[in-house]
């Protein structure tokens, strides 16, 4: 077991941070990956090639992703968003979802919104400033002296930089409840064209939020340990670009193989620290990335298959959120159900190239 538990048992009293609560939302708008297809092709059928109409019929066809949600009023409006009503939508839609996930998690936590003293917002699907904190905090009737920051850029992986950041705030006394809030909407960076990357990306990507409520109570999840790496030289592998003042999803075809490799750094580097092997862990919270990222993390880590019902449901029934996804996963574990004193580690990737993991321990 890691380090400090028997002392701080000896004493009766928390030395750690503690995950007391975890909510998650999405939009209401629901589309299968047949209907999603079907509008893409009638209104882009026309400039799109016959290479990537097939690649089409292929990845919308995938068993891996039954349906996705979106956070728009007409499908149809996505198609010619002018820039500005986008920003206008991302900030509504990001607001919304990431207030019902607070006011969620604060509910399942027992805390009132006066109690909160601190709020970490990370998103990378859009960029407003001041950012979606001070939205959160007008919205939901925080106090207004409270420290918030948010976090932009993370990608798919910045729920467990959030996550650390809560974890210092705690630990170092800045703050006694501290939300964790992952919010995206993806369906704001759509664009479409022959370009592999947008298509695998019209596939895969949805809409949603989550937060977490952390305090130094041990109840909930206790945060054991965490580890990140970062691989600047391959940041052309996974990225946003801008085209014309647009978001544009760029993935390289290469990116499972080189997922799989990082991910497997982090967690060696997080079961060698705290002492730990493979067969220790009782479960695993993938980010889903993908149905090919799963399976090649999968065998890289050595995770067993049985481990990964969580994760592949919530591809299934989400897609890929982006950040907000991995907690997603986490709360379908505690759904079915983790003993008292099992471990769990999460593990997140994105853009950067970057992959993180973290320890967790069921209280």
């Not at 730990?276 to 889903?288: G, M, P, Q, S, V």
């Given at each position: 077991?890691?380090s400090g538990d028997n002392a701080a048992a000896q004493t009766g009293k928390?030395?750690?941070?503690?995950?007391?609560?975890?909510?998650?939302?999405?939009?209401?708008?629901?589309?299968?990956?047949?209907?999603?297809?079907?509008?893409?092709?009638?209104?882009?059928?026309?400039?799109?090639?016959?290479?990537?109409?097939?690649?089409?019929?292929?990845?919308?066809?995938?068993?891996?992703?039954?349906?996705?949600?979106?956070?728009?009023?007409?499908?149809?409006?996505?198609?010619?968003?002018?820039?500005?009503?986008?920003?206008?939508?991302?900030?509504?839609?990001?607001?919304?979802?990431?207030?019902?996930?607070?006011?969620?998690?604060?509910?399942?936590?027992?805390?009132?919104?006066?109690?909160?003293?601190?709020?970490?917002?990370n998103t990378c699907t859009g960029y407003i400033c001041p950012g979606i904190?001070?939205?959160?905090?007008?919205?939901?009737?925080?106090?207004?002296?409270?420290?918030?920051?948010?976090?932009?850029?993370?990608?798919?992986?910045?729920?467990?930089?959030?996550?650390?950041?809560?974890?210092?705030?705690?630990?170092?006394?800045?703050?006694?409840?501290?939300?964790?809030?992952?919010?995206?909407?993806?369906?704001?960076?759509?664009?479409?064209?022959?370009?592999?990357?947008?298509?695998?990306?019209?596939?895969?990507?949805?809409?949603?939020?989550?937060?977490?409520?952390?305090?130094?109570?041990?109840?909930?999840?206790?945060?054991?340990?965490?580890?990140?790496?970062?691989?600047?030289?391959?940041?052309?592998e996974i990225r946003f670009v801008y085209k014309e003042g647009k978001l544009?999803?760029?993935?390289?075809?290469?990116?499972?193989?080189?997922?799989?490799?990082?991910?497997?750094?982090?967690?060696?580097?997080?079961?060698?620290?705290?002492?730990?092997?493979?067969?220790?862990?009782?479960?695993?919270?993938?980010?889903?990335?993908?149905?090919?990222?799963?399976?090649?993390?999968?065998?890289?880590?050595?995770?067993?298959?049985?481990?990964?019902?969580?994760?592949?449901?919530?591809?299934?029934?989400?897609?890929?959120?982006?950040?907000?996804?991995?907690?997603?996963?986490?709360?379908?574990?505690?759904?079915?159900?983790?003993?008292?004193?099992?471990?769990?580690?999460?593990?997140?990737?994105?853009?950067?190239?970057?992959?993180?993991?973290?320890?967790?321990?069921?209280?």
């Amino acid at each position: 077991m890691p380090s400090g538990d028997n002392a701080a048992a000896q004493t009766g009293k928390s030395r750690g941070v503690y995950i007391a609560s975890i909510a998650s939302t999405v939009p209401p708008y629901c589309a299968d990956q047949a209907s999603v297809a079907e509008l893409l092709r009638k209104h882009f059928g026309h400039e799109l090639t016959p290479r990537s109409l097939a690649l089409m019929r292929v990845v919308f066809s995938h068993p891996g992703i039954r349906k996705r949600h979106f956070a728009i009023d007409d499908p149809a409006c996505v198609f010619d968003e002018p820039p500005d009503k986008r920003v206008a939508r991302f900030t509504e839609k990001s607001v919304q979802l990431a207030g019902q996930a607070v006011t969620r998690a604060l509910a399942e936590a027992g805390v009132g919104m006066q109690e909160v003293s601190g709020v970490i917002v990370n998103t990378c699907t859009g960029y407003i400033c001041p950012g979606i904190s001070s939205y959160l905090m007008e919205r939901l009737g925080l106090a207004r002296n409270i420290r918030v920051y948010d976090m932009v850029g993370s990608g798919c992986g910045g729920a467990i930089p959030n996550l650390q950041m809560a974890e210092a705030m705690l630990k170092g006394g800045e703050s006694k409840v501290v939300v964790s809030v992952s919010v995206e909407v993806c369906s704001a960076a759509f664009q479409m064209g022959n370009d592999v990357s947008l298509i695998l990306s019209n596939a895969l990507f949805g809409d949603g939020a989550a937060a977490a409520v952390l305090w130094r109570e041990p109840v909930g999840f206790e945060v054991v340990a965490s580890t990140g790496r970062y691989v600047p030289a391959l940041r052309d592998e996974i990225r946003f670009v801008y085209k014309e003042g647009k978001l544009h999803n760029q993935l390289s075809p290469r990116l499972p193989e080189l997922v799989g490799e990082v991910a497997l750094e982090v967690v060696t580097d997080l079961l060698t620290g705290q002492r730990l092997n493979r067969a220790d862990i009782a479960h695993w919270a993938l980010h889903t990335g993908g149905e090919r990222i799963i399976s090649v993390v999968r065998d890289r880590i050595g995770i067993p298959e049985e481990r990964l019902g969580a994760t592949r449901r919530t591809l299934a029934e989400y897609g890929n959120m982006s950040s907000p996804t991995v907690w997603f996963v986490l709360k379908e574990i505690e759904r079915e159900g983790i003993e008292a004193g099992e471990l769990c580690i999460m593990i997140t990737y994105g853009a950067g190239l970057s992959a993180h993991a973290c320890l967790l321990r069921k209280t």
